[in-house]
């Protein structure tokens, strides 16, 4: 998404060397780092970990209320849990 926008949690930003608004915070440029309130912004294609939610590069992964996720519309899944061993 280069020069594109995201919105993710409350935030806005505009992606390669330009300006990321996060969860109350800020991150700038291309590779740049932005430590957002409960959050992480790492670059263009990076990672950022926000109030619910997991997002690298164009596509995003959230978790969030029994809900997953994937891609810039999401996917959601009722009642989604993570897969474990069952108890015998």
């Known amino acids: 998404m280069d020069f594109g926008f995201w ?3 409350w935030g806005l930003g ?3 060397w330009a300006l990321g608004i996060g ?3 800020l991150g700038i440029g291309h590779w740049a780092l932005g430590i957002a309130d409960f959050g992480l ?3 263009d294609f ?3 970990i926000g109030d619910f939610g997991l997002r690298i590069g164009d596509c995003r992964l959230r978790i969030e209320d029994c809900r997953l ?3 810039d ?3 959601p899944i009722a009642d989604f849990r993570l897969p474990g061993k069952r108890q015998g």
Do not use: K
């Open 73 to 75: 519309w999401g996917l």
């Open 69 to 71: 996720r994937i891609g």
């Open 46 to 48: 990076g990672l950022r």
């Open 23 to 25: 969860h109350w915070a």
């Open 7 to 9: 919105i993710l949690d």
């Open 41 to 43: 912004r790492i670059g």
């Open 14 to 16: 505009i992606e390669n």
